[in-house]
C-alpha cells in the first residue's frame, strides 16, 4: 500500500477535479514541475485523513496549510519539503527526485529565441533596458518580415534596438553574419555599435564571441561587420543564407549603396532614419515601395518621456521641454518641426529646390492634358561623364514634357546621331547641351551638321550674377519658377521625381543663390542627377530665341 502514491502520480484521483482550476491560474510552469509530487502527497493524505493532525504537528505546519494542499491549493517548496521529510519513504524519495530534476533542467539559451527578440532582449539583455511600445513593434516586425523601414524623431531609440537585433540575429541563428552601415564611420562605431558594446556587456556570459570596435565575431561562420558607405569595404563576401543587413541613418545613404546591399539579398534588411529626405530608397520604403516593407513610425508622443504617468525621464530620449522648445522656435507646421519632432516626411525640407506638393501637381497636369500642338518643340540633353552615368534626352512641346529618352554606354558620335533623329522627326527648333567635358563633343558634331544646337557651360556665369552663383543655378531657379507656377507639366517618372525632389540650394555668404553641386551629391553616393539636367536645359530656352512658353 505504501508504494500506491508513486505509481499512480501521473492518474490523480476523482476528489483532485476540483483543485485543477485553481492549479491553472497559478501558472503552467508550477503545474508542470510539482503536479506529480503533489498529488502523491494530497492522495495520501487523503487516503490517511484521519493522521492530518498528527501529521501537521511533526512536520510543525497549520492545519489551514494542510487544508489548502488537501482543496488543491499550490504548497510552496519550503512546504513541500517539510512534509516529504515527515511522510513515507516513497514521497521523499520522490521529492528529491523531482528537485534534481529541476536543478538539472538547462536554463534558457539564446537560440531558443530564434522566433522572440523581444523575450531575447528582455531574459538575456534585460540589464541593458527595456524596449517601449515603439521598439517592440519594430522588434516584432525584423521577427516576421523581410524588409522593415523604421521612420523616427530623433532620440526615438532606433539604435538602441537596431544594436540589439544585431545581437539577437547572432546569438539565434546558426551560419549568421550581419553587415551593419551608415553614411559615416561615427555613426557607425560611436553610436549604434556602442549601443551594441553596452549591450553584450550587460548579457555577461549569455552571449558567445567577441565584441570590437567596429565587429562582432563568434566564429567563422557567425560575425557582424560595421562599416560608413564612404568607405565601403568589398561586399561579395558577405553572402549568408541567414544574412542581416542594417542601415542605419538610412536617409543620408545614397540609392547605389542601396542597391549594392539589397544585391547580397539580405534574409533581413532594416532601415532607420529620420524624414529628413523626399528621395531614395529610404523615402520610397514609405511611398512608392511601400507595398514592400513593413513600416514603423515613431513620434516624440510615443516616446516613454512623453507618455502619460512616466515620472523618470530616460537620458537621451526627447523631453517634453524639448518638444515645446521646437515647437517655439520653428511652429508646428515647419518642416523641421514635422520631421524631427512628429517623425513624419515633410511637403518639402526648408532647404528642397522643389517640393512634393510642387511635384505631384506637375504630374497630374500631364496626366489630364495633350499635347500642346502648335508648340514649338525643344530638347535638352545631359551627356555622361561617367562609366556609371547616362546620357538623357529630354523633348517637351510647350510646357508639356513628350518624352525622356536615355543612353547607356553610347559614344559622342552615336549620342549626335540620336538627336538628329529626334530633330529630323519632330522638327526641333532648339537643341540645348550641356557642353562640359564630353559633351563638347556632340555640340561639335551637330554644329558640323548645321543643326539648331545651343552650347551651354553650366558651371560659366549667369545671366544675372548678381543673383546666382552659376548658370546652373540660374536655370534650375527658372525651373522651380515653372513648378511653383504651374506652367510644366512632367509624365509620373520615379527616377525624375527623386531627382528633383533631391535638389537642394543655398544662399551663399554673397547673398546669391547655388544649388548643390554634382560632385557634392556624388560625394554622398547619390547618382547624377542627369534627368533633372536635362529638363532644366530643355526648358531653359532664352527670350531672344522667341521660344519662351
Given at each position: 500500500m505504501a508504494e500506491q502514491p508513486e505509481q499512480q502520480r501521473d492518474a490523480p484521483a476523482a476528489g483532485d477535479a476540483a483543485g485543477a482550476a485553481p492549479r491553472a491560474q497559478a501558472g503552467a510552469g508550477a503545474e508542470h514541475e510539482q503536479q506529480p509530487y503533489v498529488l502523491a502527497i494530497r492522495q495520501w493524505l487523503q487516503r490517511n485523513h484521519v493522521r492530518n493532525v498528527a501529521l501537521a504537528g511533526r512536520a510543525r505546519i497549520g492545519r489551514s496549510t494542510l487544508g489548502h494542499i488537501l482543496s488543491g491549493r499550490e504548497p510552496s517548496d519550503f512546504i513541500l519539503d517539510k512534509l516529504a521529510t515527515s511522510t513515507k519513504p516513497p514521497l521523499t524519495r520522490m521529492r528529491r527526485d523531482q528537485r534534481v530534476a529541476a536543478?538539472?533542467?538547462?536554463?534558457?539559451?539564446?537560440?531558443?529565441?530564434?522566433?522572440?527578440?523581444?523575450?531575447?532582449?528582455?531574459?538575456?539583455?534585460?540589464?541593458?533596458?527595456?524596449?517601449?511600445?515603439?521598439?517592440?513593434?519594430?522588434?516584432?516586425?525584423?521577427?516576421?518580415?523581410?524588409?522593415v523601414s523604421v521612420v523616427g524623431c530623433n532620440g526615438s531609440g532606433k539604435d538602441w534596438a537596431a544594436a540589439r537585433v544585431v545581437l539577437w540575429w547572432l546569438a539565434t541563428h546558426r551560419r549568421a553574419k550581419a553587415v551593419v552601415t551608415g553614411p559615416t564611420q561615427r555613426q557607425v562605431e560611436e553610436v549604434l555599435w556602442r549601443e551594441m558594446r553596452t549591450a553584450f556587456g550587460a548579457a555577461r556570459d549569455r552571449l558567445p564571441g567577441q565584441m570590437y570596435t567596429a565587429r562582432y565575431v563568434v566564429d567563422n561562420d557567425r560575425f557582424a561587420l560595421g562599416f560608413a558607405t564612404n568607405h565601403p569595404y568589398n561586399l561579395q563576401g558577405f553572402h549568408s543564407p541567414n544574412l542581416l543587413v542594417v542601415v542605419t541613418e538610412a536617409h543620408a545613404v545614397g540609392q547605389e549603396h542601396m542597391d549594392a546591399l539589397k544585391r547580397l539579398n539580405p534574409k533581413r534588411l532594416l532601415l532607420t532614419g529620420n524624414p529628413l529626405t523626399l528621395s531614395g530608397e529610404f523615402y520610397d520604403s514609405h511611398h512608392r515601395k511601400a507595398s514592400l516593407y513593413t513600416r514603423v513610425s515613431?513620434?516624440?508622443?510615443?516616446?516613454?518621456?512623453?507618455?502619460?504617468?512616466?515620472?523618470?525621464?530616460?537620458?537621451?530620449?526627447?523631453?517634453?521641454?524639448?518638444?515645446?522648445?521646437?515647437?517655439?522656435?520653428?511652429?508646428?507646421?515647419?518642416?523641421?518641426?514635422?520631421?524631427?519632432?512628429?517623425g513624419q516626411f515633410p511637403e518639402a525640407l526648408e532647404d528642397s529646390l522643389i517640393s512634393r506638393k510642387q511635384l505631384d501637381e506637375a504630374v497630374e497636369r500631364w496626366s489630364s492634358t495633350s499635347a500642346e500642338t502648335g508648340k514649338p518643340w525643344i530638347m535638352g540633353v545631359d551627356v555622361a561623364r561617367f562609366g556609371s552615368d547616362k546620357t538623357v534626352l529630354c523633348l517637351r512641346r510647350g510646357g508639356r514634357v513628350e518624352r525622356i529618352h536615355e543612353l547607356r554606354g553610347a559614344d559622342t558620335m552615336q549620342t549626335a546621331g540620336r538627336v538628329l533623329d529626334y530633330v529630323w522627326r519632330h522638327g526641333v527648333q532648339a537643341v540645348f547641351v550641356d557642353a562640359a567635358g564630353v559633351g563638347g563633343g556632340v555640340v561639335d558634331r551637330l554644329k558640323e551638321l548645321q543643326q539648331p544646337v545651343v552650347e551651354v557651360q553650366v558651371g560659366g556665369a549667369a545671366s544675372n550674377p548678381s543673383r546666382f552663383i552659376n548658370l546652373r543655378a540660374e536655370i534650375f531657379w527658372d525651373l522651380r519658377r515653372r513648378f511653383l507656377t504651374g506652367s510644366i507639366a512632367i509624365p509620373d517618372d520615379a527616377e525624375l521625381a527623386g531627382q528633383l525632389l533631391a535638389l537642394r540650394y543655398d544662399i551663399a555668404s554673397s547673398g546669391r543663390i547655388q544649388l548643390e553641386s554634382k560632385a557634392d551629391l556624388r560625394a554622398k553616393g547619390q547618382p547624377s542627377p542627369d534627368r533633372a539636367d536635362a529638363l532644366a536645359l530643355a526648358f531653359m530656352a532664352p527670350a531672344s530665341m522667341d521660344v519662351w512658353v
Amino acid at each position: 500500500m505504501a508504494e500506491q502514491p508513486e505509481q499512480q502520480r501521473d492518474a490523480p484521483a476523482a476528489g483532485d477535479a476540483a483543485g485543477a482550476a485553481p492549479r491553472a491560474q497559478a501558472g503552467a510552469g508550477a503545474e508542470h514541475e510539482q503536479q506529480p509530487y503533489v498529488l502523491a502527497i494530497r492522495q495520501w493524505l487523503q487516503r490517511n485523513h484521519v493522521r492530518n493532525v498528527a501529521l501537521a504537528g511533526r512536520a510543525r505546519i497549520g492545519r489551514s496549510t494542510l487544508g489548502h494542499i488537501l482543496s488543491g491549493r499550490e504548497p510552496s517548496d519550503f512546504i513541500l519539503d517539510k512534509l516529504a521529510t515527515s511522510t513515507k519513504p516513497p514521497l521523499t524519495r520522490m521529492r528529491r527526485d523531482q528537485r534534481v530534476a529541476a536543478q538539472a533542467r538547462p536554463a534558457p539559451q539564446p537560440s531558443d529565441y530564434a522566433s522572440d527578440p523581444v523575450a531575447f532582449v528582455r531574459d538575456v539583455l534585460g540589464d541593458a533596458g527595456r524596449p517601449y511600445a515603439k521598439q517592440v513593434e519594430l522588434f516584432e516586425a525584423v521577427a516576421r518580415h523581410r524588409r522593415v523601414s523604421v521612420v523616427g524623431c530623433n532620440g526615438s531609440g532606433k539604435d538602441w534596438a537596431a544594436a540589439r537585433v544585431v545581437l539577437w540575429w547572432l546569438a539565434t541563428h546558426r551560419r549568421a553574419k550581419a553587415v551593419v552601415t551608415g553614411p559615416t564611420q561615427r555613426q557607425v562605431e560611436e553610436v549604434l555599435w556602442r549601443e551594441m558594446r553596452t549591450a553584450f556587456g550587460a548579457a555577461r556570459d549569455r552571449l558567445p564571441g567577441q565584441m570590437y570596435t567596429a565587429r562582432y565575431v563568434v566564429d567563422n561562420d557567425r560575425f557582424a561587420l560595421g562599416f560608413a558607405t564612404n568607405h565601403p569595404y568589398n561586399l561579395q563576401g558577405f553572402h549568408s543564407p541567414n544574412l542581416l543587413v542594417v542601415v542605419t541613418e538610412a536617409h543620408a545613404v545614397g540609392q547605389e549603396h542601396m542597391d549594392a546591399l539589397k544585391r547580397l539579398n539580405p534574409k533581413r534588411l532594416l532601415l532607420t532614419g529620420n524624414p529628413l529626405t523626399l528621395s531614395g530608397e529610404f523615402y520610397d520604403s514609405h511611398h512608392r515601395k511601400a507595398s514592400l516593407y513593413t513600416r514603423v513610425s515613431i513620434s516624440a508622443f510615443d516616446t516613454p518621456n512623453l507618455q502619460l504617468g512616466r515620472d523618470d525621464a530616460v537620458p537621451g530620449m526627447l523631453t517634453p521641454e524639448d518638444v515645446e522648445e521646437r515647437r517655439r522656435d520653428w511652429g508646428e507646421d515647419h518642416p523641421l518641426y514635422v520631421a524631427a519632432v512628429l517623425g513624419q516626411f515633410p511637403e518639402a525640407l526648408e532647404d528642397s529646390l522643389i517640393s512634393r506638393k510642387q511635384l505631384d501637381e506637375a504630374v497630374e497636369r500631364w496626366s489630364s492634358t495633350s499635347a500642346e500642338t502648335g508648340k514649338p518643340w525643344i530638347m535638352g540633353v545631359d551627356v555622361a561623364r561617367f562609366g556609371s552615368d547616362k546620357t538623357v534626352l529630354c523633348l517637351r512641346r510647350g510646357g508639356r514634357v513628350e518624352r525622356i529618352h536615355e543612353l547607356r554606354g553610347a559614344d559622342t558620335m552615336q549620342t549626335a546621331g540620336r538627336v538628329l533623329d529626334y530633330v529630323w522627326r519632330h522638327g526641333v527648333q532648339a537643341v540645348f547641351v550641356d557642353a562640359a567635358g564630353v559633351g563638347g563633343g556632340v555640340v561639335d558634331r551637330l554644329k558640323e551638321l548645321q543643326q539648331p544646337v545651343v552650347e551651354v557651360q553650366v558651371g560659366g556665369a549667369a545671366s544675372n550674377p548678381s543673383r546666382f552663383i552659376n548658370l546652373r543655378a540660374e536655370i534650375f531657379w527658372d525651373l522651380r519658377r515653372r513648378f511653383l507656377t504651374g506652367s510644366i507639366a512632367i509624365p509620373d517618372d520615379a527616377e525624375l521625381a527623386g531627382q528633383l525632389l533631391a535638389l537642394r540650394y543655398d544662399i551663399a555668404s554673397s547673398g546669391r543663390i547655388q544649388l548643390e553641386s554634382k560632385a557634392d551629391l556624388r560625394a554622398k553616393g547619390q547618382p547624377s542627377p542627369d534627368r533633372a539636367d536635362a529638363l532644366a536645359l530643355a526648358f531653359m530656352a532664352p527670350a531672344s530665341m522667341d521660344v519662351w512658353v
